[in-house]
Every structure is written in C-alpha cells, then in structure tokens.
C-alpha cells in the first residue's frame, strides 16, 4: 500500500469516530424531544407520562409518553422526583450504576478503540512493505534483502553471457572494495541494463548481489512517483544514507524510465516531483567519493526516454544490454527453469528454442510453468513436449475461450476471414510459414492464423513487409469476396491498424519508399502523453505530411490490390479451408499443406482423441466415451 492508502485510512478512522462522538451527544433515536425539567414536571403532573429511565448516574431522564412520543432532560438533582413520578403513576426504571465510571468509559470508548488498533495493525502491515523477509527501513520505500536472503546466482541467469561477462567485474569489487581500488581498477558508480522487458534485467542485478553476498536495496521508479509532493527527493536521500551504512551494497533502481525522462517534458509544466527527485538522484550519485562501495544499478526498457542527464560520466556511465535471447540463450534458459519440473523424456530443449523465436526470458519461465499446468490438469506425472506445444499456443495465441458463444453466421465469417490470412501468408514471397489456424476465440480474437519465424530474425526486407501487408489483408479481402462489401465485419480493425502502421513505417522510418526516400520524417513515437515528442513531432511540413499520407495510401492500396488477386486466383483453396475449419476448428500445418495442393485435408494429427485439443463438428458432439471416427469432413 502507499502513502495514498495510509492517508485515506486515516481519515476515514477520523470520520467514524467523530460521528460515534456526535451520536453519543445528541439525544439518541430521532423524535425525541429535549425539554426542560420545569416541563417535565408538568406532563408528569398532566399525566401524560407513562414510564421514565433514568440513567445510572441519575443525570439523565429519558421518558415515554402515553401517546408514544419521547421526551429528554436532565435531572437537577431534585429530591422529590421519586415521589412526584410515584404519586403519578409512572413507571419508573432506574438503571443499575455499573461497577466504576472507567468501566462505562471503557464500554463506550470500545468501539474507537477497536477502530484505532486496526489502523495500527494496518500501519505496521504496510511498513514491512508487504514482501516476506523484506524490510523497509527509515521513511524510504526501497526493500532491503540482507545478503543471506539472496538465492539468486550467475547460474539462474542464461543466455545472456555477454552481459554477465560485463558485471563480473562489478562482484570483483563489491567483493573486496579496497584490493580493488588498490590495484588501480577503477570504481564504477552506476549501472544500467537496457534491454526490452522480461530479458532478466532484475534477475541479473539480484544474481550480482547474490554472487558478491552484499545486501540488496532495491526500489522501483514508479514508486517515487506515487509519493506525495515533496516526499520523493527525500526518500533518495534517505535511501542513500542508509544504504552507506550497509556499504559494500547495491541500490538497484527498476523502471528507471518512471523518474528519470527528459526533466521539462511533462506535459504539465517543468518543475513537477519527478524532477526534484531525479535532481536529488543525481546529487547523491555525485556525492559518491568513490570509496563508499556502493554501485547503483538502474534498469529500463526506454534509454531513449532518459534524461541525458543521467548517463553523463560519473552517474550511469556503464550500460550493460540484456538482448532477447537467440535460439542458444533459449535452450539454456529453458534449461534453468526445467529443472524444477519432472520431464518425459521426449522433451528436446532445442526443439522448443527453436520454435519460440523472440520469445523473452520471462516468457519462457512462464512457458515452463504454463506446460506443467497442462501435464497436471491431465494428472500426468512427467511433462511431455505436447505440453509444451500446447503452453506455446496459449503465449502466443491467448487462452482459449471455447465457452465463448458464436453464431453460425460468425463462425462462417471467422473461418474464411482466417483462411484468407492462411493462404496469403503460404503464397506470397519470404512470408513466415503458416502453421496453424483456428476458429477458436483465443484471447480477445475471434480465431487465430499463427505463423512462426523459420529462424531468429532481426531485420525485415522490403519484400518481406510487404508480404506481411498482403497476409494481414488477407483476412478482410476474404471476408469482401465471400460475403460482398456490406457484409464485412469490424474484426479485421486489429489488421488494418498493423498494416497501416507497418505501411507508415516503411514511409517515415525505415525509408523504404520509392516517392520519399530514406528520410526520417518521424521521431520515435509513442509516450507522446509524456515524451518530448509532443513538441518536436511537427518537423515536417504540412505539404510534406500530406505526401506521406499519399505514399502511404499507395503502399496500401497496392497491397489490398495485390491481395485481391491472390485470392481471387486460390478461390478453391479459400473453400477447402473455410471447410475444413468449420469442421475441425484448429487445422495444423499438414493439413494446411494438402489444401495448399487443392486436396481435401485428413483429420489433425490429434483428431479423436478424447479430451484432445480438437472438439468434434459442432452440434455433432457424440456422447462422452463414444469413440470420434474420423469422419470425413461435410461439406
Ligand atoms: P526484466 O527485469 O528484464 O523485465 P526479470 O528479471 O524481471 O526481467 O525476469 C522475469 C523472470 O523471467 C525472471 O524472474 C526469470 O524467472 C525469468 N527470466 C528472465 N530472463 C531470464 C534469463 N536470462 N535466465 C533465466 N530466467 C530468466
Ligand atoms: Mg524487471
Ligand atoms: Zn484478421
């Protein structure tokens, strides 16, 4: 929890008992009326007082009217009450006093106190800072872990070598600051690894602490940017301090990007809090003398975001890049995670390496664990590689919603708007191959065309885009032939959006239009909310802008065109696949193959087998334990 919820807490405690306070002084339930003891006296006399209650100390009468109605009022100590309510006929209660006044006092006060306690134990819940063996120390957020909590080594971090390679040396002097420094090496202050989210950039920094055995702090950007006004450049300074005092350490600050972008780019004006804490950073970075022993490692997916500030000589002036891992480093870091899973023997780490191009470190680990799963939810006791191609579809593609109710009418549309994908994406020229395609809704998409780099890739030619062009129209060209123009539905938007951004690309970034040449029209976008970009976007001309668009146009129009004719000349093919899906919902790359020659497909590889991945025709559902033959497909 943060300060936010703290404050909130507070307040609301404050409210409730302010409101138990005014209860207790006005006069209880509603219709009761307060009067003076003079009037009292007088309905007593009137007789038109049934009963009174007088309260344990004597002060306090409430009484009740014949006609219902209630009346309050203090008693002045008047000695010939009891026999004026006797002589009267009113029923009289005189509550019993209890033992003590404290004790009354106690009764009443219960309540707050109850309350107040629950907020203390809510105060020191959140200044442990939730995490086990975390501590929190002074006012700071960042979370010590003492060198003994520590499990993490070099040996849980793969496929990163150069990396680790580079913070060796790092351990080497956190180990022994003062034999380094004695033989001339020279003191690095500030790390930061760069690299896109989920490559074990927070792995690495903990392995370093854990292999050099120096404690831990560590805090996360963000978490200066939820404090309040004011707080932030204290809680650095604070951190700081005590973190000179666990020296040799590491500060370890996550999210870097989350303080540390340009100062004056916000769009709410310059001096905000993010600066005076990225301010305070950089004068506690500067401060080091040298000898204190304590390395501060930064981690950020955006470097082009931070504020150069930051990466001047004597503050993060080291970069380490944790890259995704190619088809080695993912065999190796699946390797790590497998080792806590129980394996068939038929699970080759390479062969799923190499079937997970750009997949990350985290998604690999996640890989693992999603596979386990499936072999669990089977009861099987080894996790088998079907397990495991199973959790890659699940990454890549979404969980399945097979609850998800479709029309007919739908599911027609979504076979052929899939296969219009499919058999683009298998004719056009250095295309990814296509390996498998569903009906099934996965994730927030109603099927799924699913195609898999051959090898790891780190650029795209010109050819190549504009055969994902083609392949991303597929979908809604299908859709236009089959159905007619007013037929076409809105689930091709996530298409067009990637191909629009892709042809645009090709334009402003990547000069690979003929019309406008490699030129640079366009800043790197995205964070225009917070990034610099918002002012310099406009570095190009209007008339400029507008021959973008045109180009852009073209390379689009040309692609839709192109698609047009593909599938009008494969019109066979789109029919054979859009039966074939509708029959089987998920076809896999064989069968995708025999399509591809004009043949009618057999049934998937899996087809029939009870609780396999594959439903029968829907609607045809035999009943449980039926064998499912394998029928031929209707048409
Ligand atoms: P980042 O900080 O770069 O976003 P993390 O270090 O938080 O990534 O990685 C998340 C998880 O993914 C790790 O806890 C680990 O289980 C797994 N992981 C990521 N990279 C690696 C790697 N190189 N080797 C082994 N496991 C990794
Ligand atoms: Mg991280
Ligand atoms: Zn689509």
Known sequence: MNDLARNLLLWLVVAIVLTMVFQNFSGGPG????????????????????????APNGLRINATRKDGSTLVTGNPRDDRLNDTLLDNGVVVN??????SIWGSLFI?????????????YFMRQMQQGGGRGAMSFGRSKAKLMSEDQIKVTFADVAGCDEAKEEVAELVEFLRDPGKFQKLGGKIPRGVLMVGPPGTGKTLLARAIAGEAKVPFFSISGSDFVEMFVGVGASRVRDMF????????????????????????AGLGGGHDEREQTLNQMLVEMDGFEGGEGVIVIAATNRPDVLDPALLRPGRFDRQVVVGLPDVKGREQILKVHMRKVPLADDVV??????????????????????????????????????????????????????SMAMSEEEKRLTAYHEAGHAIVGRLVPEHDPVYKVTIIPRGRALGVTMYLPEGDRYSHNRTQIESMLCSLYGGRVAEELIFGADKVTTGASNDIERATK???????????SDELGPIAYAEDEGEVFLGRTVAQTKNVSDETARRIDEVVRGILDRAYARTTQILKDNMDKLHLM??????????????????MEGRRPGPPADWGKTGGSSPAPDGEEPPAGAPIGPAAPQA
């Open 349 to 402: 780490p390479m062969t799923i390496a190499r079937g997970t191009p750009g997949f990350s470190g985290a998604d690999l680990a996640n890989l693992v664990n999603e596979a386990a799963l499936f072999a669990a939810r089977e009861n099987a006791k080894l996790v088998r590689m079907e397990h495991f191609d199973k959790a890659r579809d699940k990454i890549l593609m979404g969980a399945e919603r097979r």
């Open 241 to 264: 301090e005590t973190a000179k005092k666990h020296a040799p350490c590491i500060i370890f600050i996550d999210e870097i990007d989350a303080v540390g972008r340009h100062r004056g």
């Open 108 to 120: 009443s006060l219960l309540p707050v106190l109850l309350l107040v306690g629950v907020w203390i």
């Open 31 to 54: 219709g009761t009326r307060e009067v003076s003891y003079n009037d009292f006296i007088e309905e007593v006399k009137a007789g038109r007082i049934q009963k009174v209650d007088i």
């Open 502 to 512: 892709m042809a645009r690309n090709m334009v402003t970034k990547w000069g690979l």
């Open 578 to 595: 859009a039966e074939a899906l509708l029959t089987y919902e998920t076809i896999d790359a064989q069968q995708i193959d025999a399509i």
């Open 94 to 99: 005189q509550a019993l006093p209890s033992d």
